[in-house]
């Protein structure tokens, strides 16, 4: 996991601000704000599309929605950075046989809005072009339309791994990953 691969961030909350402020925020979300964010239809949809576009090239998409931080993050004042990373590594995406898992994870206390790609893709996509794909979720966070930001932000993925790793005639992707979203 050292290796891993380039990763951006884009935040609506600016500055961090206090910290009590901080957590009691995070603490003021919870999964039933996940739950609505993203209902059981947006889920499947979000689902069917990820398995559709891993039809497609030999990369793993992995969606995560987190409605707050752990109190231990927050405590030590932890970037959503931080926690995106530590679930690329604890959903397995770092573990493909080609090393082009992607993580796109959403914190709703924050908005904030992390891509973590493994080292196969990682070093074949500069950072502006990652900037560029936040750029587009940013506003349908801020609506509050996360099923739209997180089907742009997995069209820009696919089409990316789709560019990189297609699949050969004939082959298929083994869905080394869950298709449904992960919530948090």
């Not at 239809?41 to 979000?46: E, G, K, S, V």
């Not at 497609?56 to 995560?64: A, D, F």
């Not at 970037?79 to 959903?91: I, N, P, T, W």
């Amino acid at each position: 996991m050292s290796e891993q691969g380039l990763h951006t961030t884009a935040r609506d909350n600016g500055a961090q601000g206090n910290r009590l402020l901080r957590i009691l925020r995070h603490r003021w979300f919870d999964e039933r704000d996940t739950a609505r964010a993203l209902d059981p239809a947006a889920l499947a949809r979000l689902e069917r599309q990820v398995a559709a576009s891993e039809r497609q090239h030999s990369g793993e998409i992995r969606l995560c929605v987190e409605a707050g931080l752990p109190l231990s993050y927050l405590w030590r004042g932890a970037s959503a950075r931080e926690r995106a990373v530590a679930l690329f590594g604890k959903l397995r995406v770092w573990d493909t046989e080609h090393n082009n898992g992607v993580l796109i994870y959403l914190l709703l206390a924050e908005h904030a809005i992390e891509i973590v790609a493994d080292r196969g893709l990682a070093r074949l996509v500069p950072p502006a072009h990652w900037e560029e794909v936040l750029s587009g979720m940013r506003e349908a966070f801020r609506a509050g339309r996360f099923e739209q930001g997180l089907q742009q932000a997995v069209r820009a993925v696919d089409a990316l791994l789709a560019k990189h790793f297609p699949l050969a005639a004939g082959a298929t992707n083994p869905n080394e990953l869950p298709d449904s979203p992960d919530l948090r």
